[in-house]
């Protein structure tokens, strides 16, 4: 099966309190069902040291966000698009914009 998102996509954040936010894919666990976007669903998490000489403080950092939640973009029409799998004359799986029916 063909993943809907993959690694280095451009998607839209369509639910959730960064609905509206586009970023570009850092990870995908299809495992958890879920995508890491970057500079999208950015939390503050505060740290102790662990060793000696480590500094603590707040560190900023971004949480996955569940799939269902984002929309990939199409990079030739550039709007939010679902997609398709078609099959090439190689036996070849590629991805494609619903909307103009070009591969990504």
Not at 3 to 15: G, I
Not at 48 to 66: A, L, N, S, T
Not at 73 to 81: E, M, Q, T, V
């Amino acid at each position: 099966m063909l993943a809907r998102v993959k690694k280095n996509d451009t998607v839209v954040v369509l639910a959730g309190k960064d609905r509206g936010k586009q970023g570009l894919v850092i990870t995908v666990s299809p495992k958890d069902d879920s995508v890491l976007v970057k500079d999208v669903c950015v939390v503050s998490r505060h740290t102790k040291p662990k060793k000696q000489g480590q500094k603590g403080g707040i560190v900023k950092e971004e949480r996955p966000i569940p799939l269902a939640k984002v929309m990939p973009i199409c990079p030739s029409c550039k709007k939010p698009c679902r997609t398709r799998v078609k099959m090439l004359d190689t036996e070849k799986k590629v991805r494609i914009c619903s909307r103009c029916e070009e591969a990504f």
